[in-house]
Protein backbone atom coordinates (compact mmCIF):
# COMPACT_ATOMS: atom_id res chain seq x y z
CA UNK A 1 0.00 0.00 0.00
CA UNK A 2 1.40 3.12 -1.18
CA UNK A 3 2.01 6.04 2.23
CA UNK A 4 3.43 8.85 0.74
CA UNK A 5 3.89 10.72 -2.60
CA UNK A 6 6.48 13.06 -2.88
CA UNK A 7 7.02 15.14 -5.64
CA UNK A 8 8.98 17.58 -6.91
CA UNK A 9 7.75 21.04 -8.38
CA UNK A 10 9.48 22.55 -11.07
CA UNK A 11 9.16 20.33 -14.65
CA UNK A 12 7.03 17.61 -12.62
CA UNK A 13 3.84 19.34 -10.35
CA UNK A 14 4.21 22.76 -11.97
CA UNK A 15 3.28 23.26 -15.59
CA UNK A 16 5.23 25.89 -17.82
CA UNK A 17 3.35 28.99 -16.41
CA UNK A 18 4.50 27.75 -12.98
CA UNK A 19 1.34 26.91 -11.67
CA UNK A 20 -0.38 23.75 -10.07
CA UNK A 21 -2.84 22.63 -13.30
CA UNK A 22 -6.53 21.24 -12.14
CA UNK A 23 -5.79 17.88 -12.90
CA UNK A 24 -2.34 17.62 -10.41
CA UNK A 25 -4.71 19.43 -7.80
CA UNK A 26 -7.37 16.56 -7.77
CA UNK A 27 -4.91 13.80 -8.11
CA UNK A 28 -3.20 15.25 -5.00
CA UNK A 29 -6.68 15.52 -3.40
CA UNK A 30 -7.66 11.68 -4.63
CA UNK A 31 -4.48 10.81 -2.66
CA UNK A 32 -4.96 12.56 0.23
CA UNK A 33 -8.50 10.86 0.28
CA UNK A 34 -6.96 7.56 0.10
CA UNK A 35 -4.65 8.42 3.09
CA UNK A 36 -1.86 8.95 1.45
CA UNK A 37 0.52 11.87 2.48
CA UNK A 38 2.01 13.83 -0.40
CA UNK A 39 4.64 15.60 0.27
CA UNK A 40 6.40 18.19 -2.20
CA UNK A 41 10.19 17.93 -2.19
CA UNK A 42 11.71 20.65 -3.76
CA UNK A 43 15.42 22.69 -4.26
CA UNK A 44 13.28 25.86 -3.54
CA UNK A 45 12.98 27.64 -0.40
CA UNK A 46 9.54 27.21 1.57
CA UNK A 47 8.30 31.05 0.27
CA UNK A 48 9.25 29.69 -3.26
CA UNK A 49 7.32 26.53 -2.72
CA UNK A 50 4.21 27.93 -0.80
CA UNK A 51 3.96 30.47 -3.63
CA UNK A 52 1.85 28.37 -6.49
CA UNK A 53 0.30 26.10 -3.69
CA UNK A 54 -1.18 29.37 -1.85
CA UNK A 55 -2.85 29.66 -5.35
CA UNK A 56 -4.75 26.08 -4.55
CA UNK A 57 -6.84 24.67 -1.70
CA UNK A 58 -4.30 22.21 -0.95
CA UNK A 59 -2.81 21.52 2.37
CA UNK A 60 0.96 19.81 2.38
CA UNK A 61 4.26 19.27 3.96
CA UNK A 62 7.01 20.06 2.31
CA UNK A 63 10.80 19.27 2.03
CA UNK A 64 12.99 22.31 0.60
CA UNK A 65 16.13 23.43 0.41
CA UNK A 66 17.11 19.98 -1.52
CA UNK A 67 16.40 18.57 2.46
CA UNK A 68 17.60 21.02 4.28
CA UNK A 69 14.65 22.41 5.67
CA UNK A 70 11.10 20.34 6.61
CA UNK A 71 7.78 22.01 7.62
CA UNK A 72 4.68 20.42 8.37
CA UNK A 73 0.96 20.74 6.80
CA UNK A 74 0.61 24.01 9.01
CA UNK A 75 4.07 25.61 7.68
CA UNK A 76 6.20 24.68 11.28
CA UNK A 77 9.84 24.28 11.03
CA UNK A 78 10.14 20.50 11.51
CA UNK A 79 14.13 20.46 10.46
CA UNK A 80 16.68 22.43 9.76
CA UNK A 81 20.12 22.35 8.58
CA UNK A 82 22.78 24.74 7.55
CA UNK A 83 25.70 24.89 6.25
CA UNK A 84 28.82 26.79 8.17
CA UNK A 85 30.25 29.48 6.65
CA UNK A 86 33.83 28.05 6.11
CA UNK A 87 32.30 25.12 4.32
CA UNK A 88 30.15 27.52 2.63
CA UNK A 89 33.79 28.73 1.05
CA UNK A 90 35.03 26.22 0.01
CA UNK A 91 32.25 24.92 -2.02
CA UNK A 92 31.69 28.50 -3.86
CA UNK A 93 35.42 28.59 -4.42
CA UNK A 94 35.36 25.18 -6.43
CA UNK A 95 32.13 26.16 -7.95
CA UNK A 96 33.66 29.66 -8.86
CA UNK A 97 37.30 27.85 -10.02
CA UNK A 98 34.87 25.86 -12.39
CA UNK A 99 33.01 27.97 -13.67
CA UNK A 100 29.58 26.79 -12.83
CA UNK A 101 27.14 29.21 -11.85
CA UNK A 102 25.23 29.19 -8.40
CA UNK A 103 22.91 30.87 -6.37
CA UNK A 104 22.71 31.72 -2.89
CA UNK A 105 20.33 30.63 -0.79
CA UNK A 106 19.42 31.88 3.12
CA UNK A 107 16.58 31.76 5.01
CA UNK A 108 15.81 35.19 3.64
CA UNK A 109 16.43 35.29 0.48
CA UNK A 110 17.52 33.47 -2.84
CA UNK A 111 20.55 35.73 -4.37
CA UNK A 112 21.67 35.64 -7.61
CA UNK A 113 24.37 37.59 -9.69
CA UNK A 114 22.98 37.02 -12.95
CA UNK A 115 19.25 36.97 -13.47
CA UNK A 116 19.55 36.14 -17.12
CA UNK A 117 21.36 33.21 -16.17
CA UNK A 118 17.77 32.65 -13.73
CA UNK A 119 15.76 33.07 -17.06
CA UNK A 120 17.86 30.63 -19.44
CA UNK A 121 17.43 27.88 -16.27
CA UNK A 122 13.91 28.33 -16.12
CA UNK A 123 13.34 28.23 -19.65
CA UNK A 124 15.70 24.88 -20.16
CA UNK A 125 13.63 23.35 -17.42
CA UNK A 126 10.39 24.09 -19.35
CA UNK A 127 11.67 22.94 -22.58
CA UNK A 128 12.88 19.78 -20.66
CA UNK A 129 9.59 18.92 -19.50
CA UNK A 130 8.25 19.35 -23.30
CA UNK A 131 6.59 22.38 -22.21
CA UNK A 132 6.57 25.62 -24.22
CA UNK A 133 8.47 28.01 -22.34
CA UNK A 134 6.80 31.50 -22.01
CA UNK A 135 9.72 33.61 -22.07
CA UNK A 136 7.54 36.50 -21.08
CA UNK A 137 5.89 35.17 -18.60
CA UNK A 138 8.98 33.50 -17.05
CA UNK A 139 10.58 37.24 -17.35
CA UNK A 140 7.80 38.83 -15.16
CA UNK A 141 8.07 35.80 -12.46
CA UNK A 142 11.74 36.54 -12.09
CA UNK A 143 11.28 40.19 -11.84
CA UNK A 144 7.81 39.58 -9.14
CA UNK A 145 10.48 37.62 -7.61
CA UNK A 146 12.87 40.46 -7.38
CA UNK A 147 9.98 43.06 -6.31
CA UNK A 148 8.82 41.20 -3.68
CA UNK A 149 12.24 40.20 -2.16
CA UNK A 150 12.80 36.34 -2.71
CA UNK A 151 15.50 36.99 -5.06
CA UNK A 152 18.08 39.37 -4.66
CA UNK A 153 20.33 40.13 -7.35
CA UNK A 154 24.06 41.12 -5.70
CA UNK A 155 27.18 42.10 -7.74
CA UNK A 156 29.20 39.86 -5.77
CA UNK A 157 27.92 37.13 -3.43
CA UNK A 158 30.49 38.12 -0.92
CA UNK A 159 28.11 41.26 -0.46
CA UNK A 160 25.69 38.67 1.66
CA UNK A 161 28.10 37.91 4.05
CA UNK A 162 26.36 39.49 6.91
CA UNK A 163 23.47 36.86 6.45
CA UNK A 164 23.19 33.57 8.64
CA UNK A 165 24.78 30.51 6.25
Known sequence: MIKLIATDMDGTLLNAAHEISQPNIDAIKYAQEQGITVVIATGRAFYEAQAPVADTDLTVPYICLNGAEVRDETFNVMSTSHLNKSLVHKITNVLKDAGIYYQVYTSRAIYTEDPQRDLDIYIDIAERAGQ?????????????????????????????????W
Open 132 to 164: HANVERIKNGIQRRIDNGTLKVVDNYDAIEKHT
